[in-house]
T-cell receptor, first 113, second 111 residues
Framework: GESVGLHLPTLSVQEGDNSIINCAYS??????FIWYKQESGKGPQFIID?????DKRQGQRVTVLLNKTVKHLSLQIAATQPGDSAVYFC????????????FGSGTRLQVQP | EPEVTQTPSHQVTQMGQEVILRCVPI?????FYWYRQILGQKVEFLVS????????KSEIFDDQFSVERPDGSNFTLKIRSTKLEDSAMYFC?????????FGAGTRLSVL
């Protein structure tokens, strides 16, 4: 069946370190992936996206890597800051007419000062 | 920066009552969505709306749910007869071709 899941439920890092959050997906038909950040009491906030024809995309302090061979997605956050503490979700979408996002179960990132 | 706004932030209702959750999407977006998140669980897709009609819905979106875009700005989710298990955060989202931008959500508590 279709699933998008996360390897680690909680990740604790020191301020200034780099963080890597992982996501596995099983739907090989997925064409588009998004990482969202959700802070307590708020809605999911868009971070970065990537299409299946790419293997890497960079934003400000964030990089998303896509390995289609093993159906794996990761989010790298450089120089993690206390404000990065949140739950991070990967989500996938089939670009072929379906726009519903399927969300993973989330990873909580805790940044220690 | 434009954002999706949702009202109310918290809605308390009695089981069996009807509720309407309201959303104002980002003004130039064409696609509108409702998702829900039961406490401690994943965000789940409910329905998408495009060109004044439902374009896709999940199995959660049964006959007790309906959506409407009554004017050029609002997008509503109605739950006809609420059940205890409808208690959740309900998120509205809007977007262009791909990226979906989410509102802060409405917490629905069914007593």
């Amino acid at each position: 069946g279709e699933s998008v899941g996360l390897h680690l439920p909680t990740l604790s890092v020191q301020e200034g370190d780099n963080s890597i959050i992982n996501c596995a997906y099983s739907n090989s038909a997925s064409d588009y992936f998004i990482w969202y950040k959700q802070e307590s009491g708020k809605g999911p906030q868009f971070i970065i996206d990537i299409r299946s024809n790419m293997d890497k995309r960079q934003g400000q302090r964030v990089t998303v890597l896509l390995n289609k061979t093993v159906k794996h997605l990761s989010l790298q956050i450089a120089a993690t800051q206390p404000g990065d503490s949140a739950v991070y979700f990967c989500a996938e979408m089939r670009d072929t007419g379906r726009r519903a996002l399927t969300f993973g179960s989330g990873t909580r990132l805790q940044v220690q000062p | 920066e434009p954002e999706v706004t949702q009202t109310p932030s918290h809605q308390v209702t009695q089981m069996g009552q009807e509720v309407i959750l309201r959303c104002v999407p980002i003004s130039n977006h064409l696609y509108f969505y409702w998702y829900r998140q039961i406490l401690g669980q994943k965000v789940e897709f409910l329905v998408s709306f495009y060109n004044n009609e439902i374009s896709e819905k999940s199995e959660i979106f049964d006959d007790q749910f309906s959506v409407e875009r009554p004017d050029g700005s609002n997008f509503t989710l109605k739950i006809r007869s609420t059940k205890l298990e409808d208690s959740a955060m309900y998120f509205c989202a809007s977007g262009g071709e791909n990226i979906q931008y989410f509102g802060a959500g409405t917490r629905l508590s069914v007593l």
